[in-house]
């Protein structure tokens, strides 16, 4: 191993390695800096990239790492700075010249044509030609070998529209994987996959690493950087924080170089508080297609946990429940029974729902801020038929006080925002249609650490004022750090409940993979 | 909550945010009037200004309707021959009640047109809404049915207003207010009441958010179906009004009343900065782009660079450079 050089930060002691200058770096990041305008998003990065490493880089939102991979691979140029591979000075002008230089880049979004086959999206753009036409039979060849090297089992001829998110994901990782490669990154993989999905990935990414591919990942989730990573590297406001070796540093460190300070724990404190009556009840509640005969009771003053695969239908249940699906069943609150055909009426009964999609489906993007917060309670807020805009702004204010968004003027569009300032506009949004019961599906998605401990804080808070939470979240450690009980779904029905000291990761996946595993048909797959 | 931070360096909402896209059109107008005065001085005269104005009020008043329209995400083909369709039935309802209730049948005929419009827009609406159909399929379905009725009732000739109403009616489109003509009158309050629909009520919202993204409404318990039905309907009103104002310019309802307007009413709310994908409307851009469209007609006329007959050309050629203009400014 290299030589390592000991520091001490806050009393705790972190350890930061130096440049090795006798391995060879395969590629190395001099100095990089990037700029738009007076706005300086990356500063001065020095990195270098080993074959057969894993090298994490974790930071907040906006820290720069995206801003970092889109220059590694060519997307954009830097400012400043300079890129080396093998030694020899290169500038990548389009993506195309890293590609071609074996950087291979999979994407965070999942970028696939829905209305083509696998195959066909495997070999986008460099389709095999024979005699001057498309070589269909060698490409389906091919790509089942390459899917199959991944794990993945999906037939060629399948449409990427009917396949599950993991598959599709796979299918995009074997994209990147089809050129010859040398360093492959990774922009959070594991944001659309639970479970066992993710483990799969790992997995792959060991075996790059054991190939001897050079591997650079990037994820908010620490635990997989912790059992993943040889080298970690902290980007904060834009600059190099350091370079640490993996196994040294504890998901609190990680955390606390990426923050610049100490975090309170992660989850607020539970309460010990008994939950009280009954305030939403679900019966036989079948959302055809996605969930069947769902039956379950929310109390005042209790955070409900939904635990399950991507797939298993938490979702679809709950837009079921808020009009916005078709489904059968009887939905009451607090004893009155609710009319779940339309969303209108759902939300004025109170419930109120925050979509795991906030980009599209929560927020206009494009629209101010003041529209936005007021969109699902126009008539609470506007009696009558006219728009009274300076209430609006007030309420504004109020929200932007209070869930502590931050921003540089109130002038500013939703889309303008970063993603957890934007959760937060959202979780104002539909608190001003004042719910009793408030449902969150996936409150943390795409959120840096600071953002989470604070929507914690506000879930907790919500319950406190007696209304009922719940949480649908594929992040097993979110739900059980908040939640009184969980219930898990599995394929579209409900597999069991968890409270107390029964709240284990481990009791929670066995519910929601048991079957599945039997099978080795892991969720997510219709 | 716990946690609470200082807002003292935020900035406040302007209360007039004004862009490119809000300023364009009337800047265009602008330029275009300058080069008409530099080619023939004639045409800034109040009586040219007036007539190329007057000529307008139609597509303007239309083209306020289809701003809603469009705002919500839909559009509208139909709006040319349903114009038509409506000249003509005001006309015959007109005619056949002139005996018996002399004058009378004048207003008793614009509320027909009015009911009538209120009808073709509601159809369009439920058909796209209901029905689930594309826009431009179902739009382009109606224009073929109001086109074909006219056609038929006028039995491929025309319509005339009966003599003993033409007088009377006359001043709707050829009178004065105050020295200013009725159908910019009336066009201005249409785009005024429009504007306030669109700016001040709680509908407009509702419009620009479906507009933008039909998710994000549903999630927010907006009814994309009311919504939009209901601004189908304004549509038909406006075309309604339209074709109240177009009734003594010619005295007649003809097979070709109304041909191509479709064209210029979109092509008036595309220059007028409305993105034809939906979101916000810009009701005056509407209005400023009827008259854009207007005058380089007129432009043409006076000049001699290019053959009038080419007008509908030029227009086809300012809607998709509109539209190039809104794809690059993205």
């Known amino acids: 191993m290299s030589s390592v050089l000991s520091i001490e930060r806050e009393g705790e002691r972190v350890v930061a390695q130096k440049a090795d200058p006798l391995r060879h770096s395969l590629l190395r990041a001099e100095g990089v800096s990037k700029q738009y305008g007076p706005v300086t998003v990356l500063s001065d990065v020095t990195l270098d990239i080993l074959p057969g490493e894993i090298h994490a880089i974790i930071g907040e939102n906006g820290a720069g790492k995206s801003t970092f991979m889109r220059l590694l691979s060519g997307y954009i140029e830097p400012t400043a700075g300079t890129l080396a591979l093998n030694g020899e000075h290169v500038r990548f002008a389009k993506p195309e010249q890293a590609q071609d230089a074996g950087i291979a880049l999979v994407h965070q979004e999942i970028l696939l044509a829905e209305a083509l086959t696998v195959a066909e999206n495997l070999f986008l753009g460099r389709e095999l030609m024979r005699n001057g036409v498309v070589d269909d039979r060698t490409m389906r060849r091919l790509a089942t070998e390459k899917l199959a090297e991944l794990g993945c089992l999906v037939s060629p001829n399948a449409l990427v529209r009917n396949i599950a998110l993991a598959d599709r994901q796979l299918v995009q990782i074997a994209r990147a994987l089809l050129d010859d490669y040398r360093i492959v990154i990774f922009d959070e993989p594991t944001a659309v996959l639970t479970g066992e999905e993710v483990e799969r990935l790992l997995a792959i990414i060991l075996q790059l690493k054991e190939q001897g591919a050079a591997v650079l990942y990037i994820s908010h989730r620490l635990d997989e950087v912790q059992r993943l990573a040889d080298k970690v590297t902290v980007l904060r406001d834009g600059k190099k924080i350091g370079t640490y070796p993996g196994r040294t540093l504890s998901q609190m460190d990680m955390a606390r170089l990426m923050v610049g300070r100490d975090l309170a724990a992660l989850y607020p404190e539970k309460r010990t508080k008994a939950a009280g009556e009954a305030m939403l009840t679900v019966r036989d509640l079948s959302v055809p297609g996605f969930a069947k005969n769902i039956s379950f009771q929310a109390h005042k003053s209790e955070i409900l946990g939904f635990a399950g695969m991507i797939g298993a239908g938490r979702t679809e249940l709950f837009e079921g429940i808020m009009g916005l699906r078709p489904a059968t069943g009887t939905v009451e609150l607090e004893g009155k029974p609710i009319n779940i055909r339309s969303p209108r009426a759902v939300l004025d009964a109170g419930i109120g729902y925050l979509t795991e999609d906030r980009k599209g489906k929560g927020l206009l993007l494009h629209e101010r801020l003041a529209p936005n917060l007021t969109l699902s309670a126009l008539t609470r807020f506007h009696p009558g038929i006219f728009l009274r805009r300076s209430r609006e702004q007030d309420a504004l204010r109020t929200a932007v006080e209070q869930y502590d968004i931050r921003l540089k003027s109130f002038g500013v569009k939703a889309g303008q925002l970063s993603g957890g300032n934007q959760q937060k506009l959202l979780l104002a949004k539909v608190l001003l249609t004042t719910p009793s019961v408030v449902v969150i599906d996936e409150p943390t998605r795409g959120i840096d650490i600071a953002n989470k401990a604070q929507i914690y804080a506000f879930i907790q808070s919500l319950v406190a004022e007696g209304k009922a939470c719940i949480v649908i979240s594929s992040e097993m450690q979110e739900l059980i750090g908040i939640c009184d009980r969980i219930l898990v779904m599995r394929e579209g029905r409900l597999r069991g409940e968890v409270s107390g000291d029964a709240m284990t990761e481990h009791n929670v996946a066995l519910l929601a993979i048991s079957d599945a595993a039997a099978d080795g048909n892991v969720g997510g797959r219709k | ?330």
């Open chain 2, 1 to 330: 909550m716990t946690i609470m931070v200082n807002s003292t360096a935020i900035r406040p909402e302007r209360e007039w945010n004004i862009g490119w896209t809000d300023v364009g059109p009337f800047v265009a107008l602008i330029v275009l009037m300058l080069i008409g005065f530099l080619i023939n001085p004639d045409f800034l005269s109040a009586t040219n200004l007036g007539n190329v104005i007057t000529r307008s009020a139609f597509i303007a008043i239309i083209a306020v309707g289809a701003t809603f329209v469009i705002s919500c995400g839909g559009l509208d083909l139909s709006v040319g021959s349903m114009a038509a369709f409506i000249t003509g039935i005001t006309i015959l309802f007109m005619n056949r009640m002139a005996p018996d209730w002399g004058m009378m049948a004048i207003p008793a005929g614009m509320m027909v047109a009015i009911v009538v419009g209120l009808f073709c827009g509601l159809m369009n609406g439920l058909i796209v809404t209901i029905g689930r159909i594309e826009p431009f399929i179902a739009t382009l379905g109606t224009m073929g049915i109001f086109r074909a009725l006219i056609t038929y009732m006028s039995d491929g000739g025309s319509i005339p207003i009966d003599r003993s109403l033409r007088d009377a009616y006359r001043p709707v489109y050829f009178g004065t207010f105050a020295g200013i003509p009725l159908p910019i009158i009336i066009s201005v309050a249409v785009a005024a009441v429009a504007s306030f629909i669109l700016y001040k009520m709680k509908y407009g919202r509702k419009c620009a958010a479906v507009g933008a993204n039909e998710d994000v409404a549903r999630y927010s318990g907006i009814s994309i179906i009311k919504t939009r039905t209901i601004a189908y309907t304004i549509q038909g009103a406006c075309v309604a009004i339209a074709a109240i104002c177009y009734v003594p310019r010619l005295g007649a309802a003809t097979p070709t009343t109304g041909v191509l307007w479709e064209l210029q009413v979109i092509t008036a709310v595309v220059i007028g900065g409305t993105a034809l994908r939906g979101g916000k409307g810009h009701v005056w851009g509407t209005v400023a782009g009827a008259v854009i469209l207007e005058l380089i007609a007129n432009l043409m006329v006076l000049s001699d660079f290019v053959s009038e007959y080419l007008v509908a050309g030029v227009q086809g050629v300012i809607i998709i450079i509109a539209m190039l203009i809104q794809r690059f400014s993205k």
